[in-house]
């Protein structure tokens, strides 16, 4: 028989909060599954009002299912290499402004159409004189630093201060 513990013992506290964090624990558990069915049961096809009393185990079946299907192109392994994603990411924006910049009517329709063709030149990697305009997908080059501000005027002497 030991010594009896106080009731600040580190072993005391852990016993006592046991159940409480399992209870958090699964809590976390179901409402994933919860997300997971309402996400997977629309890919699949069926309507979360039929399947309204599935098991945990058949939802984690359904989703391995689903992934396990996937075609192999989707997977991380023909994620695109930076820069292509960039260039891919460049061109939707132009096409996105393409529809847009002509519908608002804030620029006149001439340097709408300026614009919009040197946006084109860029992602396709040519200035206007046909040469090659470098990385034009790439990140924009820095700017050259910012002038300092200047310091402000100091205040003219021999004001009068009443300390």
């Known amino acids: 028989m030991g010594l009896p513990r106080r009731a600040g ?3 005391e506290l852990r016993k006592s909060l046991k159940p409480l964090l399992e209870k958090r624990r699964r809590a976390r558990i179901n409402a994933s599954l919860r997300q997971l069915k309402g996400l997977i049961l629309p890919l699949l096809g069926r309507e979360s009002s039929h399947c309204s009393k599935l098991e945990k185990a058949d939802i984690l079946e359904m989703t391995v299912r689903f992934l396990q299907e996937l075609p192999a192109s989707s997977g991380p392994a023909a994620a695109p290499a930076p820069s292509d994603s960039y260039g891919e990411g460049y061109r939707a ?8 910049l002509p519908a608002c009517r804030v620029l006149e329709p001439a340097v709408s159409a300026r614009l919009l063709e ?22 924009p080059a820095p700017s050259p630093p910012a002038a300092p501000a200047p310091a402000p005027p100091e205040p003219p002497r021999g004001l009068w201060r009443p300390w």
């Open 9 to 11: 013992d580190p072993a």
């Open 93 to 100: 924006c132009l096409a996105r402004l393409a529809c847009v």
């Open 118 to 139: 040197h946006l084109r030149r860029r992602a396709a990697g040519t200035t206007p004189d046909g040469g090659r305009a470098g990385d034009s997908c790439g990140p």
